[in-house]
């Protein structure tokens, strides 16, 4: 048992105490301590002091003494993680949100190293259920948000301690992993993919694996999504809490000026294709709340990850610019003789383009419509050309 | 009270380095535990100007903008993203160069906003300026035997910024620390092409006033000064130049004590924060000896 937890207790006592179960209170007869399970009434202060190591005193203590922040996103965040109520008591409509009590929710972030098990490396895969929830299989309870996998578990007087990886990365063991305990070193494992390449949207599913942060504390988890997916962790809530937000693309579209002053001109379906674009789940884990406008939906599948987007990202303004632009041209009629096959093979080589798959055709792969030899031979054949056309050299990127 | 500090900056679809300084020196301020909380929002990058303020506790919000001068982002982009109530810009009764703190609510957050000047203009810069030289040359004391010139983008894109270039080397001459100062410019006269014509002395420390290393810094200026006929193949520093030394310091922006520049304007904006002013000016001070050379080009977008 620690003392800071038995101080607190008795402290708090005087006032009241009425949280995830727990009710403590002081009485002309002594102490009275309930719990969903116990009873305890006329306590001496020393009784008191000596129930200060059970469950609901220690979840007490770290959720009102340790994380607080009421109301604040990064609270309703860690109960996320630990599949808890995440208004605990006061919430007026439990049904609504729904959580784990203090014993279940402990045995889970005990694990199995407390309810039998060895302890040791997990070798089986986490089951995570539809709400993202699940057991560890090296004894935590486990979460996702995007590519994160997070496992809660209970470390030196109960506080939780987190792991977060690459949800790919669950099986690994973390001595294989590069291990980190600065939150801030996210911003660099997330700038690059595993083709060392930058990632302009945070949010794309392009996270790099290898990488561990294998105990951090409530603060230092926040920190470390936060840098990862920004912002995501505020919107979740906001929209929780029923008020996310959200700028349509006519809002948005209007809004700008300077260079991004023409996206206003893209036609509405020029929008739609912009969603299927770059907005599914495939391009970005952010779920799509914007629409074309207020009660106008669009077609595009929005994505069903748990963090919403509530208006056209950066990239997507700056895209759509470059489209405004080509869709103003006039449309032509153009006559090409292909064989069937080279057809195809068009729409292969778009196809592989466009699934960031032309990378990973292997040289010799002649099967592959998108293999370079083949689209060689096609340009040699189809393109007069031949090497390179450079196109219009219009490869401004935006400044402003 | 709680305060936050939020460092915005342009940030880049392109080149991954870009936010790196806005990252360094956001870090620097955050160690010195001035603000209860230190953020970055981005107008490419996330969390963007739109959002970043949620990811704010505090309520009481010191907002400086990473840019070199007054114009179109701080005027207009900046405060619509960031949904500063009211935002006119008369409010900050600025010449161009003067513009200091203007207090609004949030809209979509509720927070107290003080929206200051950018870190380009306030006078703490022309010191980072110097520092830079001292960055470059590795020599605590340089001045004597040297000249020094500030260089940026010129009229062309924003009058406010060629003020800007201006505005610091007159201060930097009226140091009286450097044999010659002298402003330059990409796209004007006097011209950065033309470095050498306008120093007598055989050293010179050349200081592009530039928030980030990009396309400018790390391509144009050093192909322009010829310290190097293709940017992708490198330059030495010092170079030799038509019989002078070019000391080529990259972008000012990436000098450790432009974090004393957002204190700075923080507390002019009424932060509280004077203690991790002297702090940070003695942490990021440069040791006689090592000379820092710039990194390697990065494209920019
Ligand atoms: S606008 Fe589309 S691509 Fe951009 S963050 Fe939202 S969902 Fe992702």
């Known amino acids: ?400 | 009270m709680s305060q936050a500090l939020v460092v915005v900056a342009h940030g880049s679809h392109l080149n991954p380095d870009s936010s790196a300084p806005t990252y360094d020196h956001a870090d620097t301020v955050r160690a010195t535990g001035a603000f209860d909380e230190v953020r970055t929002g981005f107008w490419k990058e996330e969390p963007s100007l739109r959002e970043v303020l949620r990811t704010v506790e505090a309520d009481e919000v010191y907002v400086v903008p990473m840019f070199i001068s007054e114009g179109y982002f701080t005027e207009q982009v900046i405060p619509r993203e960031l949904r500063l109530d009211g935002w006119d810009v008369a409010d900050w009764e600025s010449d161009g160069l003067s513009a200091d703190v203007a207090t609004y609510t949030a809209a979509d957050t509720g927070q107290t906003v003080h929206y200051c000047g950018p870190v380009g203009t306030h006078e703490a810069m022309t010191d980072v300026l110097v520092r830079r030289a001292e960055s470059v040359t590795g020599d605590p004391d340089v001045g004597e035997g040297f000249g020094f010139a500030v260089v940026g983008h010129g009229t062309e894109r924003n009058e406010n910024s060629a003020k800007a270039i201006e505005y610091h080397a007159e201060r930097v001459r009226e140091m009286d620390r450097f044999d010659e100062v002298q402003a330059l410019y990409m796209d004007e006269e006097p011209e950065v092409d033309d470095v050498t014509d306008y120093f007598d002395s055989d050293d010179v420390v050349v200081v592009p006033l530039f928030v980030a290393d990009g396309f400018h810094t790390q391509e144009d200026i050093p192909e322009d000064m010829g310290l190097t006929d293709d940017y992708r193949t490198g330059y030495d520093v010092p170079a030799d130049v038509d019989g002078h030394r070019i000391w080529y310091a990259g972008a000012v922006g990436t000098e450790p004590l432009l974090a004393d520049v957002l204190l700075e304007r923080a507390a002019d904006a009424g932060a509280d924060v004077s203690r991790a002013v002297e702090e940070v000016r003695e942490s990021t001070r440069v040791a006689a000896g090592g000379s820092a050379s710039p990194s390697p080009p990065e494209a920019d977008d």
């Open chain 1, 1 to 400: 048992m620690l003392d800071r937890h038995a101080d607190a207790l008795v402290r708090a006592a005087g006032e009241g105490v009425d949280f995830d179960g727990l009710r403590v209170s002081s009485t002309p007869d002594g102490y009275r301590f309930e719990t969903p399970e116990t009873t305890a009434e006329g306590l001496s202060e020393a009784d008191l002091r000596g129930r200060a190591d059970d469950p609901y005193v220690t979840n007490w203590y770290f959720w009102e003494r340790e994380v607080g922040g009421h109301g604040r996103p990064r609270r309703a965040f860690l109960r996320r993680a630990e599949d808890a109520p995440i208004h605990s008591t006061d919430d007026p409509d439990p049904e609504e949100d729904a959580g784990r009590a203090v014993p279940d929710r402990y045995a889970a972030l005990r694990g199995s190293a407390e309810a039998g098990g060895d302890g040791g490396e997990a070798d089986e895969a986490d089951a995570v259920d539809g709400d993202g929830h699940g057991a560890g299989g090296d004894g935590g309870l486990v979460t996702e948000w995007g590519q994160l996998r997070i496992e809660a578990t209970l470390g030196e007087g109960d506080a939780r301690r987190y792991d977060l990886r690459h949800v790919d990365d669950a099986d690994a063991r973390a001595a294989d992993l590069d291990s980190h305990d600065d939150p801030l070193d996210a911003r660099e494992v997330g700038k690059l993919d595993g083709r060392e390449r930058y990632r302009p949207l945070k949010t794309a599913p392009s996270l790099r694996r290898g990488w561990v942060f294998p105990s951090l504390d409530p603060r230092a988890l926040t920190e470390a999504v936060e840098a990862f997916y920004p912002a995501t962790v505020a919107n979740w809530y906001r929209e929780y809490e029923g008020e996310l937000d959200v700028d349509h693309w006519v809002d948005t579209a209007e809004r700008q000026t300077g260079i991004y002053d023409v996206i206003d001109e893209l036609p509405r379906e020029g929008v739609e294709y912009v969603a299927e674009a770059c907005c599914v789940d495939s391009q970005c884990l952010r779920r799509r709340e914007w629409e074309y406008d207020e009660g106008d939906d669009l077609a595009a599948d929005g994505g069903d990850g748990p963090f919403p987007c509530r208006e056209p990202c950066s990239l997507v303004v700056a895209a759509a610019r470059k489209w405004t632009k080509l869709e103003a041209e006039e449309e032509r009629e153009y006559t090409f003789t292909l064989t069937p096959s080279e057809r195809e093979q068009v729409e292969d080589i778009v196809g592989a383009v466009a699934d960031g798959r032309a990378a990973e055709i292997r040289e010799a792969d002649l099967s592959e419509g998108a293999n370079r030899y083949r689209a060689r031979y096609l340009r040699a054949k189809r393109f007069a050309d031949g090497e390179s056309d450079a196109g219009d050299g219009d490869t401004d990127d935006a400044t402003e």
